[in-house]
């Protein structure tokens, strides 16, 4: 079975007491918007970390309800992006939102060395998107913004911090594709062979807790007959819950056509540090933006 | 000629053609699969094309009467070697009798070899061949063009230019008068990091020096700024042809064929594709594709053809 409805993310987030979400930065993109309905809904407990009168201004002009934020006072970005992080790392807040700030700006103080969330690991998004022509089928993509051209370890990292996602969502043995132009292993294409390490790696126990496959195209990962006519009798193809794209312009590619072409919704959270990063952007769906808050208080809680 | 817009209008207007000017000959190598034979006779009855079936004329009877084809209106050329088939249907296009090279079921490669081929082969110079998928998608008022996304598997810049012409050639024969093209990358400023943005901006350059001709090509950009003019305006890009590309040229093949098979499989879509850059436009389907897509092929190679001449 694979996943369908991404909706139930909204009543997960719900159970127990809720998440305390830091944004950083408020002002726009409509962060500000989303995490206060959030906060509303009970899918998180909202701290806004800014200027608190513009911030009030703001959320005036646009009719946004601030009853039951909280709002903490630092007027300066970079300030306020420290306070923010230094909030989750300490245990005072269990996710971060990045507001209208620079992502540079946000991931600098993320991997502070003192104060910052990095665990030793690498930081890669997740994005999972629910696909109307496919009977609200969930498939993840990662890593589609984060890391340019990952390595092979890179690569494993990516897929363990996915592993790590699926898991507090429910999945517990996600299946992974690794994704190439071709389902055969080419020594011209460096993705098939990565891919084909991966699938090793995956059988000899080091990368856990999941299945993968690879070389696959993404038809074949996707789409249980084109399997079949290719031949490729294997647990993930045609049944992928997630694609492990070879790179950033793959990556961005899939995403976007995703977000662009399909009219369906999504979820997206970065891993790999200490606690879930959320990060949307302006032309996400409320929705979108709503999914996004409530799988990083998901991923927070356990 | 108005612009096409839809794959049903491409259909439309190659059963145009057809009635006009009267039909394209398809030169099929190895037509010995039922499912091909259909997708033939449809564009037959529609009126835009013929053909020429290449192969062993037993197994070309037998694949006939399966789908119900009548042999009747074909001309078969019996043939029982394989790498022969190639050739004997590629010369059947270089000598002139006839329009459009097409794969059965014969080898890729023996097809391939067959264009190649110095004789009686389709190569035109040493211009580039290239592969592009099209795709109309809902919500989107225009053809999007994609290539390379199946062919060529890393092209340098030059093979870049010479498939951007090639793409760029097939959206003038489906009506796109000057087409914008979109040089694609993860991001749309130039990183001396990430090859496909330096290919890019000199793409751009090439275009504006008239190196690559009846097109605006602008690029680096992200997929998003290409299609959506909101995208584009955020972003503070200023160029013709953000938000409103008609096609598409991938950085290689990783990019390209995951972008399009996540179009063909996560939106609503009708897609199809074509081998361009020949000296004939080259028909060459999969048996994992539908009735309905080898149909769409022939009807863009009957209007590739049809502009060409």
């Known amino acids: 079975m694979t996943m369908q409805k991404l909706d139930f993310l909204l009543e997960e987030s719900r159970k127990g007491r809720p998440m305390t979400l830091a944004l950083a930065c408020p002002y726009g ?50 300030k306020a992006v420290e306070r923010s992080v230094r909030m989750v790392s300490s245990g005072e807040a269990d996710l971060l939102m990045k507001g ?32 109307p022509v496919m009977d609200r089928r969930v498939i993840g993509i990662s890593d589609g913004g ?42 011209d294409m460096q993705a098939t062979l990565d891919a084909a390490a991966l699938a090793k790696m995956n059988e000899r126990g080091q990368i856990r807790g999941c299945i993968v496959d690879g070389p696959l195209a993404l038809d074949n990962a996707v789409s249980e007959e084109s399997a079949k006519i290719k031949g490729i009798s294997s647990p993930v193809a045609g049944n992928a819950d997630m694609l492990l794209v070879p790179d950033i312009e793959s990556g961005n590619f899939v995403g976007k056509v ?3 072409m399909t009219g369906g919704k999504g979820a997206g959270v970065i891993l790999g540090a200490r606690k879930p990063i959320v990060l949307t952007s302006r032309f996400d769906s409320m929705e979108t933006k709503l999914l996004s808050i409530a799988l990083g208080a998901v991923v927070a809680r356990s | 000629m108005e612009q096409i817009r839809s794959l049903s209008q491409l259909l439309e207007y190659a059963k145009k053609i057809g009635a006009e000017k009267g039909p394209k000959k398809l030169s099929v190598a190895m037509a010995e699969e039922a499912g091909l034979l259909s997708a033939i006779e449809e564009a037959r009855q529609a009126g835009f094309a013929q053909a020429i079936l290449v192969g062993n004329a037993d197994k070309i009877k037998a694949a006939a009467d399966q789908a119900g084809v009548n042999l009747a209106n074909y001309e078969v050329i019996d043939e029982r070697n394989e790498p022969a088939m190639g050739m004997t249907a590629v010369s059947q296009v270089s000598s002139g009798k006839a329009d459009i090279y097409m794969k059965g079921q014969i080898h890729t490669n023996n097809f391939l070899r067959a264009m190649l081929n110095k004789e009686v082969g389709l190569r035109k110079g040493k211009n580039t061949i290239s592969h592009c998928y099209f795709h109309s998608v809902e919500g989107y008022d225009r053809i999007f063009f994609v290539a390379d996304a199946a062919f060529n598997m890393y092209p340098d810049l030059a093979a870049k230019a010479d498939i951007t012409q090639n793409t760029v050639n097939l959206a003038r024969a489906f009506g796109v008068a000057e087409p914008k093209v979109a040089v694609l990358a993860a991001v749309e400023v130039v990183n001396p990091d ?22 605006v090509v602008d690029g680096p950009f992200a997929l998003d700024n290409a299609v959506s003019e909101e995208s584009a305006k955020t972003k503070g890009i200023v160029s013709p042809v953000a938000g409103k590309a008609d096609v598409f040229i991938v950085p290689n093949i990783d990019g390209g064929n995951m972008l399009a098979k996540a179009i063909v499989y996560f939106s609503k879509n009708e897609t199809a594709g074509l081998i361009l850059g020949a000296a004939a436009p080259i028909v060459l389907t999969s048996r994992a594709d ?10 863009a190679a009957v209007t590739l053809s049809d502009f060409q001449k």
């Open chain 2, 194 to 215: 990430m090859p496909a943005t330096l290919d890019a901006a000199a793409l751009t350059q090439m275009n504006r020096r008239g190196q690559i001709k009846n097109c």
């Open chain 2, 290 to 299: 539908s009735a309905r897509a080898k149909l769409l092929s022939i009807a």
């Open chain 1, 29 to 78: 993109d409509d962060a500000l918007a989303a995490v206060a309905r959030a906060g509303r809904e009970g899918v998180v407990k909202a701290v806004l970390v800014g200027d608190g009168a513009r911030i009030r201004t703001l959320a005036e002009q646009d009719g946004c309800d601030l009853s039951g934020v909280t709002i903490v006072e630092e007027k300066n970005d970079e």
């Open chain 1, 146 to 187: 984060m890391n340019t051209y990952p390595d092979l370890s890179a690569k494993a990292k990516i897929i363990e911090n996915a592993v790590s996602c699926y898991h507090k969502i429910g999945v517990p043995q996600p299946r992974i594709a690794a994704l190439a132009a071709v389902e055969a292993v080419n020594p």
């Open chain 1, 258 to 260: 995703l977000l662009y």
């Open chain 1, 100 to 131: 209208l700030v620079k992502t540079s700006t946000l991931l600098k103080a993320v991997l502070d060395k003192e104060w910052g969330l990095r665990t030793g690991s690498l930081l890669s998004h997740l994005f999972l998107f629910e696909i």
